[in-house]
Structure formats: C-alpha cells, structure tokens
C-alpha cells in the first residue's frame, strides 16, 4: 500500500505542468536525450500544451493531463508506435472519403487525423466514457475542427441505454479497456450510458455517404455490426474492426457471412487475405479490414490489395 501511495503521488508531481514541462525539455535535450534509457523516458507521462507531426504534413495539438498514454506514447515515440500497421492503410483508405465513422474512438486519433486532414469530411467519433469524451471534445476544438463530432454515447445491436463496465487502473490513467459487455474486465464503477444502433444513428442524422467505419469496442464489434446491417448492405462501408482472438472471430464472422465483403488481416507486411476471419494469437496485430466485392478496384488502384 505505501509502494502504491508513493507511486501515485510521484505520477501526480510528474503531471504537474511546470514539472511535466521542465522534465520533458531535459529529455528532448542532449546530453539527456542521449543518455536516458528510452524505456524508462516512454513511461514518463505527458502534460501541458503540446503538438506533434502525423502523416501528410498534419499537425495536431493536445492539451495533455497526464491520464492519456495514448496521448505520451505518441509524443515520446510518434504515430508509428501506435498501431502503425493500421494508421499506414487508414491513411491511404481515407482518400476519397466523405463520412468516417469512429466508434469507440478513445484518445481519438483516428477520428481527429480524419477530421484535419479534409474540412469537408464529416467525421463522428463515438466514446461513451465521459472523461474521454469531454478530453476529445476539447482536443477538437482546440484544433478548430468543427466537421468532428464527440459522440457520448454506446453503439451496440439495439436502441436505448447500456451499462457501461469501467476498470481503474493502478496509475490513474484513462481507462481504455471499458465495454458495455459485463465481465471482460474486472471492473470498479459502472454507469449507464445512452446507446444507438448504427442503423437508427444513420437515419436520424441523415447521414449520407457513409463509406468508412473504425471500430474497437472491447468485445462488442458483433452487436455492432448486427445494428447496422442495414447501412452494410446499402452503402457497403469499408470496415476496419478489432478482433480478439478466442473472443469475437466465431460471432463477427456470423454477422459477416451474410454480407458480400472479404476480410482483410491488417498485418506490418500489408493487408492478408484471410478466407475466415482468425485473430491474432499474439494480440500484436488485432484489426481486419473487411471489403465489399464492388469496392476491390478502389483498393486495388490504391495499391492496397
């Protein structure tokens, strides 16, 4: 318990902006930026205003807390150190698109990329845990991106409310593992959270145009596939979704079997094409991409396929 209190206060004084910011200047300075082992400085939580580069010459701020090791894994190691193998096709697959649909955003830097890098998209990021939300909320307006969206709420198979399960976490940081399926992970507080189907969000903000979509909702994916076949089937979206392997494969490809779309392992050699869908044994590469048979071409004149 003393251990554990000494920790918490060291992280709280590490977060603290002038501390944060004095301590993160001497690390990106020589000779400590020669000297301090990477893997300690990585650890080190981020606070305060800052920026970094993403692809095409996109620059995006944050207000960093401290919570969000999204948020410092990408300061200390860049985009490449979170989910590179993904962000590289997502890049690619984002061309052309007019609606991006992020559900279970968390940190949201799939929805943000997609928001900076066109003012025309209309980008809706789904994160029904409330400090994420308000966090994403506020990154968005930092950066002026009024075609961004914080959704609040759950996506799921059905309409209504949803009990959202939250694990905390040691250290204090953002919970990035909570989901509306009881029993995934030990968790300490539970709230209940307004939820949608992806078919009754669609018609009731008359989305149109919707033709990619990002999911990761902790072992939910199948129910929300299930809650918008409908969207599926008429505008046939391209589809990156996580996988867990011995959790979700059997029930995504269910949903998936009846629908004409081919799945695509995302892996750091590229897209595999996969005859069923089979996560990852060792939970390194997690997403698929899942195509429909007439939108092939787009991805083969895109060099992806």
């Known amino acids: 318990m003393a251990h554990s209190g000494i920790k918490r206060l060291l992280r709280r004084a590490l977060c603290t902006q002038p501390v944060n910011t004095i301590l ?62 993904t962000f590289r096709v997502f890049v690619r697959l984002l061309e052309g698109s007019r609606t991006f649909l992020d559900i279970g955003a968390n940190t949201g830097i799939f929805a943000l990329y997609a928001a900076k890098d066109d003012p025309n998209r209309r980008v809706h990021a789904f994160e029904p845990l409330p400090e994420l939300a308000e966090c994403l909320r506020h990154t968005a307006e930092m950066n002026g991106l009024s075609n961004l969206w914080v959704e609040p709420i759950a996506v799921g198979d059905c309409s209504g409310e949803a009990t959202l399960y939250i694990p905390m976490h040691a250290d204090t940081s953002f919970p990035t ?28 903000r008359r989305l149109e145009g919707v033709d990619l979509i990002k999911m990761d909702t902790e072992t939910t994916e199948p129910m ?24 979700t494969e059997r029930d995504i490809e269910s949903v998936m079997r009846g629908l004409p779309y081919r799945f695509y392992w995302m892996t750091d050699a590229g897209l595999v094409e996969k005859s069923s869908i089979v996560g990852d044994r060792t939970y390194r590469n997690l997403n698929y991409l899942f195509v429909s048979e007439d939108r092939i071409p787009e991805l083969r004149k895109k060099g992806l396929v």
């Open 24 to 85: 993160r200047g001497a690390l990106n300075s020589p000779p400590l930026s020669w000297l301090a082992p990477r893997g300690i400085v990585r650890r080190i939580p981020v606070a305060g205003h800052i920026a970094f580069q993403l692809p095409r010459s996109r620059r995006l701020k944050f207000h960093a807390t401290g919570k969000d090791h999204i948020v410092t894994r990408l300061y200390w190691d860049g985009i490449d150190s979170y989910e590179p193998e």
């Open 177 to 204: 593992d909570a989901s509306t399926r009881p029993g995934f992970r030990d968790c300490t507080r539970t709230i209940v959270t307004p939820a949608v189907t992806l078919d009754s969000f669609v018609a009731e």
């Open 224 to 247: 929300v596939l299930a809650g918008g076949l409908e969207l599926l089937r008429r505008e046939q979206p391209l589809v990156i979704c996580e996988v867990l392997h011995g959790r």
